[in-house]
């Protein structure tokens, strides 16, 4: 342990980062600019030919970025033989739902079984993915215990969850400005976490790896409860002909006990809509209902389809049918400011609207990686189109769904005939704009 210790202080570790998405490769470029060697690890050759071409898939990270970490020695490879040569492996790989919303812990599973045969003393293993209270040491202990290691003494298990909020430019990897829960199988383990950790952020120790794991589902369940309640406020407020958004800025004003949710089209992305699930299906096995959980994700679940019902409501007025119309989506990622589509509303709000047989557009000038829009194509029928007058002037109505900043609101606010603003983005009152 003091071996480790020692190099990590020293930065002679080696860090390998198995997974490199939204949170692996912020990760990997925080460490190299502390000084640290670090390896990537995914078995998407895309992502690694992309890095060898010195250029980011991520829509917040600049390819200047990547350019500067290769300077800097940074190296990707797809092959797993590289952890019998590193001290550090973090895990981030993701963590789905199957289709009946239980999780689908296959990539953690398959990345246990690929490190398995590479792992050996004075290494330490981190897990970074979202998982239940319980699964770090579900999976990583039976592969320690097969190769004859003793955790806490020849390797060192930790749970440090990621709270990466893509986009958000205030609180990034990058800054270090998000402090990082931490926990591990034994007391050396968490000492050895924290020295490795704190190089990057603040950290915040939990007595047990179930208490981290625990936490960071309790921070997102949180959320998305309070996101559904804002929803079903929402729609209470639009039906007696008040502005939520007013009433929560009022709100807000209160110095206590009141925190700001805002309402939207629906939940996306793969943490939010995800991981209460993923609690909800543990708590099952404690013979426990997870009630709030599912009450909010079904009023969650019903955004998409209002915003359509206003939509209906809008054409109506105008005395339009949505079959017979032509409809532009704006903003296909599930949050402003991103390029990650993960079950974005937009993609929902498109596949109701293609029902309705009515002609759908979409236009998102963070969606530039042409082999993941073509699948989008492929599974919702839309193209994606630049936003210019001409364009904006053919359809019956554009729909709002995420707010980038890059938009040109003036343009839409001038040339749409019809706006559903899912995200109260023109707030001047026009009989034109509706708020959904
Ligand atoms: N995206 C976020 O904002 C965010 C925030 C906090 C926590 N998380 C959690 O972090 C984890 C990772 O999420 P993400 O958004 O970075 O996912 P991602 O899909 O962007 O990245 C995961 C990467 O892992 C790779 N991968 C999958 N299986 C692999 C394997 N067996 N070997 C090597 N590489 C493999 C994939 O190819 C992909 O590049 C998830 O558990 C997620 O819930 C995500």
Known sequence: ??????????????????????????????????????????????????????????????????????????????????????????????????????????????????????????????????????????????????????????????????????????????????????????????????????????????????????????????????????????????????????????????????HAFYPGPGLGGHCIPVDPFILTWKAKKFGLMTRFIELSAKINDGMPQYAIDVLKKALHDTKKKLNKSKILILGISYKKNSDDIRESPSIRIISILNKFKCKVFFSDPFLKNKPELRNIEKKIHAKNIILNVRNLKKFDASILVTDHDNFDYNLIKKYSKIIVDCRNRFNKKLNKIYLA
Request: aromatic share 10%.
């Open 1 to 258: 342990m003091h071996y480790l210790k020692k190099k990590i202080i020293n930065k002679k570790i080696k860090i390998a980062v198995i997974g490199i998405g939204y949170v692996g490769l912020p990760l990997c470029l925080r460490f190299l600019k502390k000084g640290y060697k670090v390896y990537g690890i995914d078995r998407d050759k895309q992502k690694i030919d992309s890095i060898k071409r010195k250029k980011s898939y991520i829509a917040s990270i600049d390819s200047k970025e990547i350019k500067h970490a290769l300077s800097l020695g940074f190296q990707v490879t797809n092959n797993f033989k590289i952890i019998s040569s590193v001290d550090v492996i973090i895990v981030c790989v993701p963590t789905p739902l199957y289709k009946n919303k239980t999780p689908d812990m296959s990539y953690i599973s398959e990345t246990a079984n690929k490190i398995k045969n590479y792992i050996k003393k004075k290494q330490m293993i981190i897990l970074e993915s979202t998982i239940y209270p319980g699964a770090t040491e579900e999976f990583f202990l039976p592969i320690l215990k097969k190769n004859k290691l003793v955790p806490g003494k020849d390797v060192f298990l930790v749970y440090s969850p990621e709270r990466e909020d893509p986009g958000n430019k205030n609180f990034t990897i990058a800054k270090g400005n998000i402090p990082k829960i931490i926990s591990g199988f034994s007391f050396n383990c968490i000492d050895l976490a924290e020295t490795l950790y704190s190089r990057i952020t603040k950290i915040v120790k939990v007595s047990t790896i179930k208490t981290a794991e625990f936490t960071k589902l309790l921070e997102n369940v949180y959320r998305s409860i309070n996101i559904g309640f804002v929803n079903e406020m929402k729609l209470i407020a639009n039906k007696m002909d008040i502005n939520i958004h007013e009433a929560i800025k009022a709100a807000k004003t209160k110095p206590f006990g009141f």
